[in-house]
């Protein structure tokens, strides 16, 4: 488990900024946590990097499409994607075939009604995202299993326990990413590698 203390004081040892046993300046750490969430919020954009999978439910009435994210249908986080999906009915369960909007397009009649959901795509709008599904149908819960955010930090206190080798992709990204707010630092071309490497 690390804090976004720990990441940040890493990343400023990395670089040269702080030696053993000292500790950032509050503004020197509150900079770092900033750039620490930047990198989060990029690499959101990245289903390899996403770690936190969930199942996200809807009883399904008769709609061709609904929203999922902070304020839709389905208030939750905006997911990134949709890894797998299925229909739950009266205790059965029946797959749903994920498709890529190429494939929805060739789907000619979008507002068929059937007795299940049969083909999702997901529309990773923002600030909700949309699942559109086919054909429409009512009694039945459509499944997601969805990729997440990544996750921010809200203080430097904010402890996450993050996959192996995610720690220092973040330590070493970081580091380069702060950098050239210190141009006394030392940043190596080791860091340089070694954050390329680890991402």
């Known amino acids: 488990m690390a804090t ?8 400023l040892k990395e670089i040269g900024v ?24 990029s690499l959101s954009n990245y289903q390899a990097f996403a770690y936190t999978p969930s199942l996200v439910s809807k009883a399904l009435t008769s709609q061709t ?3 999922v994210g902070p304020t839709g249908d389905v208030v939750v986080d905006r997911p990134i994607a ?13 797959p749903v075939r994920v498709v890529n909007n190429q494939q929805w397009d060739s789907i000619v009649y979008k507002t068929s009604t059937g007795s299940n959901t049969e083909v999702i ?3 990773p709008t923002v600030p909700n995202g949309i699942v559109h599904v086919w054909p ?33 992709a973040l330590i070493k990204n970081l580091a380069v990413n702060i950098a050239p707010q210190y141009p006394a630092c030392n940043l190596s071309p080791l860091t340089i590698q070694q954050a390329k490497n680890s991402l």
Do not use: Q
Request: charged share 20%; glycine share 4%.
């Open 18 to 41: 702080l030696a053993e046993g000292e500790t950032p300046t509050a503004s020197m750490a509150d900079d770092a946590l900033r750039a620490l969430n930047r990198i989060m919020e």
């Open 136 to 168: 429409k149908c009512t009694g039945c819960t459509l499944n997601l299993r969805v990729i997440n955010l990544v996750v921010s930090f809200a203080t430097l206190a904010t402890t996450v326990s993050l996959p192996p080798g995610y720690e220092e």
């Open 4 to 11: 976004a203390g720990t990441i940040v004081n890493d990343a």
């Open 65 to 67: 499409s609904f929203t």
């Open 121 to 123: 795509w997901y529309e």
């Open 82 to 94: 949709v890894e797998s999906a299925f229909v739950d009915r009266s205790n059965l369960t029946y």
